[in-house]
Nanobody, 128 residues
């Protein structure tokens, strides 16, 4: 599976961005898909994940109620709508496919090692 994340950019605090994750080489509906982010000098951290059907989602506390993950399996796409952005949201954002198994266990779904295929990342910069 090849993933490509795009849609990042520069936005003022309080603004919005919509990231997209496009898949090729395989049917994305076979995978739960997550978004992670990595700020300079920090470890890659979990942001959100969506189940294969799109019926189940989980969010990091820091983005809950501001970010929304969705998917369109017909288009082989996953999206991340980010509202009310804050300077601390500045990072490179990555989409990734989850390895086999469900995403119900918090420890698993938030673990970088549980994700198999990764996109190249897209930069999000939020100015204050």
């Amino acid at each position: 599976v090849q993933l490509q994340a795009f849609g990042g950019g520069l936005v003022q605090a309080g603004g919005s961005l919509r990231l997209s994750c496009a898949a090729s080489g395989s049917t994305l509906s076979s995978y739960s898909v997550g978004w992670f982010r990595q700020a300079p000098g920090k470890e890659r951290e979990f942001v959100t994940v969506i189940s294969r059907s799109g019926g189940t989602t989980f969010y990091a506390n820091s983005v809950q109620y501001r970010f929304t993950i969705s998917r369109d399996n017909d288009k082989n796409m996953v999206y991340l709508q980010m509202n009310n952005l804050k300077p601390e949201d500045t990072a490179v954002y990555y989409c990734a496919t989850y390895r086999e198994g469900n995403i119900l266990a918090k420890r698993n779904r938030e673990s970088v090692g549980r994700y198999e295929y990764w996109g190249q990342g897209t930069q999000v910069t939020v100015s204050s």
